[in-house]
């Protein structure tokens, strides 16, 4: 058949490992940052990361057109191949892909909050009351209230460091093809 010898099925097993990682890394993280229970961090943890890897493969059939002839053949030797040409692009492209993803995990789960109706706004409430009782107590109330946007931020980096260790272990003791 044509599509089985043009699918990269190699790279689509690692999409679904790497995305099966960062949603228990992610979903841990977030349970133990924002005090949420595990069936909801599971949840949230699954839904952003679904929808980050959607938009990130629409975004790369979206640029890939217009890249330059050398770069789109690096980067299909990459997905196809496994070969790897030119590691700083592959370093800059991954740091921008931790950026973008961050953002959009951030919004994502924002957005799963205002659609479900869960929205808590505890952090407003805790500083509004926190402002009247002096100093200390406000130091203490902001050590109180988990940000959302630094426990994505943790979340996000932890589940990059994993699939980043994932990878390191695979180009050290798997043998080149």
Do not use: H
Not at 117 to 146: H, L, M, W, Y
């Amino acid at each position: 058949m044509p599509l089985f010898d043009v699918l990269p099925l190699r790279m689509v097993v690692y999409q679904l490992l790497f995305l099966v990682l960062a949603i228990a890394v992610e979903s841990l993280v977030l349970q133990r940052r924002l005090g949420i229970d595990r069936k909801k961090c599971v949840q949230l943890a699954a839904a952003v990361n679904l929808l980050s890897t959607v938009v990130g493969w629409m975004v790369f059939f979206t640029v890939e057109p217009w890249l330059s002839e050398t770069l789109r053949s690096q980067l299909m030797s990459y997905i196809f191949f496994d070969s790897l040409s030119n590691p700083p692009i592959l370093v800059g492209l991954a740091f921008i892909s931790f950026l973008s993803t961050f953002l959009l995990k951030l919004e994502g789960i924002n957005l799963i909050e205002l659609l479900s109706g869960d929205k808590k706004d505890a952090e407003p409430e805790a500083k509004q009351t926190a402002k009247f009782q002096g100093r200390r107590a406000q130091k203490e109330s902001f050590a109180i209230v988990p940000s959302r946007a630094l426990a994505v931020l943790w979340a996000n980096a932890f589940s990059f460091s994993a699939i980043t260790l994932i990878i390191a272990i695979r180009l050290f003791f798997e043998p080149p093809v």
